[in-house]
T-cell receptor, first 111, second 118 residues
Framework: QKEVEQNSGPLSVPEGAIASLNCTYS??????FFWYRQYSGKSPELIMF????GDKEDGRFTAQLNKASQYVSLLIRDSQPSDSATYLC???????????FGTGTRLKVLA | GAVVSQHPSRVICKSGTSVKIECRSL??????MFWYRQFPKQSLMLMAT?????????EQGVEKDKFLINHASLTLSTLTVTSAHPEDSSFYIC??????????????FGPGTRLTVL
């Protein structure tokens, strides 16, 4: 059974702080990893994707991938109240174009 | 670029009726589209993978005779919920894969369709 796990939260951080969101996955052969943000009642919107081990930065967001530990994380710097949402980790398992989504972590940024 | 639309955005129907949801890729050709269902406070669950010109591949536990998927063109996939019942009430979201975007693995999501079955 291919699984993607996230802490459901809520994760509460003060405005301006760094929010750290974590995701683990079961299939060692997974090739690509995606972070989506979902506001209540809306569909997911892509934040960023990462394919290679290490860090990838895009504005206030940094994705970190460690394939040996089967772990991917998302850091949000200078968190804003508008970042309050559910963050979904999606993993594209080897040999398919399908995503398996984690359960999502609810982030609350306190003003 | 990479815009996906869904229609309708909301639908309310009576139990026993069928509902069709359309998913369109507006500015790219999507050889593969995906249909997800999301219940309140839960994550997205993949229902099926739709490939243009061929039969859809359904995930385990999804009834193919109840959720009919047609992918007749490179820009349109439809999901028909047949004989809908209240337990089918959910948020249905489609996504489309653009083989020319990034590494080709990226999916672009539609805005979703809220189905309520009375």
């Amino acid at each position: 059974q291919k699984e993607v796990e996230q802490n459901s939260g809520p994760l509460s951080v003060p405005e301006g702080a760094i929010a750290s969101l974590n995701c683990t996955y079961s299939d060692r052969g997974s090739q690509s990893f995606f972070w989506y943000r979902q506001y209540s009642g809306k569909s997911p919107e892509l934040i960023m994707f990462i394919y290679s081990n290490g860090d990838k930065e895009d504005g206030r967001f940094t994705a970190q991938l460690n394939k040996a530990s089967q772990y991917v994380s998302l850091l949000i710097r200078d968190s804003q109240p508008s970042d309050s949402a559910t963050y979904l980790c999606a993993v594209n398992f080897s040999g398919t174009y399908k995503y398996i989504f984690g359960t999502g972590t609810r982030l609350k940024v306190l003003a | 670029g990479a815009v996906v639309s869904q229609h309708p955005s909301r639908v309310i129907c009576k139990s026993g009726t069928s509902v069709k949801i359309e998913c369109r890729s507006l500015d790219f050709q999507a050889t593969t589209m995906f249909w997800y269902r999301q219940f309140p406070k839960q994550s997205l669950m993949l229902m099926a993978t739709s490939n243009e010109g061929s039969k859809a591949t359904y995930e385990q536990g999804v009834e193919k005779d109840k959720f009919l998927i047609n992918h007749a063109s490179l820009t349109l996939s439809t999901l028909t919920v047949t004989s809908a019942h209240p337990e089918d009430s959910s948020f249905y979201i489609c996504s489309a894969r653009d083989p020319l975007a990034g590494g080709g693995d990226e999916q672009f999501f539609g805005p979703g369709t809220r189905l309520t079955v009375l």
